[in-house]
């Protein structure tokens, strides 16, 4: 029986990864190995509790449904000081952090904390689009630069995690947005990965483990090796059936593991797709 290790957290029903093995003869698992964590909640439970308006805000960006979810967290037990949040738009990435936000009404304690007018969602699928979206909709994309720098600065809360690019602070930043980021959860090492994993292994010992980021690959590694023989990179000659085979979802991980883990990568996925990667590893094994 050929047993797959997805080393990675399943969020779609059915998950495709399994699916795209399963059709292929493997018996696949995925054990999550990273999770998320609310950090800075006072902070953000007194702008929250201020109101947008009083704290001197002309709108919020969110780009994920975990801050969304910080949000959430924070209006659950937090009543109002001032006007609220239902007069400024909220800038969202994606149709699922949009109704994110939507579905927060249901457990707030005040209705007047809960964000009404959300902006973006389907139409800004990416940071990129969702700042090209904020200035056309502020109406800044079409001013000038002396208009810009004369005009009243535009002041927005961003809600981010620990792992951020600055494409939308940046694009926002020429055209005269000002920004305070405020982090609201940070992604670390799941704290159950060593009981999941020993769990799994009880009657079984996976042909493959597949690794999907180098930041996961790095936690999880260590606690890996405890339990199983993992390919050196210097030994490209060995085929031992002790040994599992490793492969990667995209190069950046691959260079990761061999050059910082010391891992042998026998198979790197053409497309970080789940097809091209069970298609590689099928192609692997036929050709061993």
Same mark, same amino acid.
């Given at each position: 029986m050929a047993y797959v290790l997805l080393l990675r957290s399943s969020q779609d029903v059915p998950d495709r990864y399994e699916v795209a093995f399963k059709t292929r003869g493997f018996h696949?698992?995925?054990?999550?190995?990273?999770?998320?964590?609310?950090?800075? $909640?006072?902070?953000?439970?007194?702008? *929250?509790?201020?109101?947008? #308006? @009083?704290?001197?805000?002309?709108?919020?960006?969110?780009?994920?449904?975990?801050?969304?979810?910080?949000? #959430? +967290?924070?209006?659950?037990?937090?009543?109002?000081?001032?006007?609220g949040w239902?007069?400024?738009?909220?800038?969202?990435?994606? @149709?699922? !952090?949009?109704?994110?936000?939507?579905?927060? &009404?249901?457990?707030?304690?005040?209705?007047?904390? *809960?964000?009404?007018?959300?902006?973006?969602?389907?139409?800004s699928g990416n940071s990129e689009k969702l700042a090209h979206f904020i200035l056309e909709d502020q109406g800044l994309s079409l001013k000038?630069?002396? +208009?810009?720098? +004369?005009? #009243?600065?535009?002041?927005? $809360?961003y809600l981010?995690?620990?792992?951020?690019?600055?494409?939308l602070p940046n694009i926002l930043g020429t055209r005269g947005v000002e920004l305070l980021n405020l982090q609201?959860?940070?992604?670390?090492? &799941?704290s159950t990965f060593e009981a999941d994993l020993t769990d799994y292994l009880k009657g079984k010992k996976p042909k493959w483990i597949i690794y999907f980021a180098p930041s996961a690959a790095a936690? *999880?590694?260590? *606690?890996l090796r405890k339990y199983l023989m993992l390919p050196d990179s210097s030994d490209y000659?060995?085929?031992?059936?002790?040994?599992?085979?490793i492969a990667a979802i995209g190069p950046t991980t691959s260079i990761y593991l061999v050059e910082t883990l010391n891992l042998r990568v026998d198979v790197?996925?053409?497309?970080?797709?789940?097809?091209?990667?069970? @298609?590689?590893?099928?192609?692997?094994?036929? !050709?061993?």
């Open positions: 696949p698992t995925s054990i999550p190995v990273l999770e998320t964590v609310h950090v800075n $909640l006072d902070g953000l439970r007194n702008i *929250v509790r201020a109101g947008g #308006r @009083e704290s001197g805000f002309d709108g919020v960006i969110i780009t994920s449904a975990r801050a969304c979810e910080a949000w #959430r +967290e924070v209006v659950k037990d937090t009543s109002s000081e001032g006007e239902q007069r400024i738009p909220f800038y969202v990435v994606g @149709e699922a !952090t949009a109704n994110a936000l939507s579905d927060i &009404s249901q457990v707030a304690a005040d209705q007047n904390l *809960v964000p009404r007018d959300i902006r973006g969602g389907s139409t000038n630069d002396s +208009e810009i720098s +004369e005009a #009243r600065k535009f002041r927005m $809360l981010t995690g620990d792992k951020n690019r600055d494409t609201v959860y940070e992604t670390q090492g &799941s936690f *999880v590694t260590p *606690v000659n060995s085929s031992s059936d002790l040994l599992a085979h790197v996925a053409p497309k970080p797709t789940p097809d091209a990667l069970a @298609e590689a590893i099928v192609s692997f094994d036929t !050709t061993v």
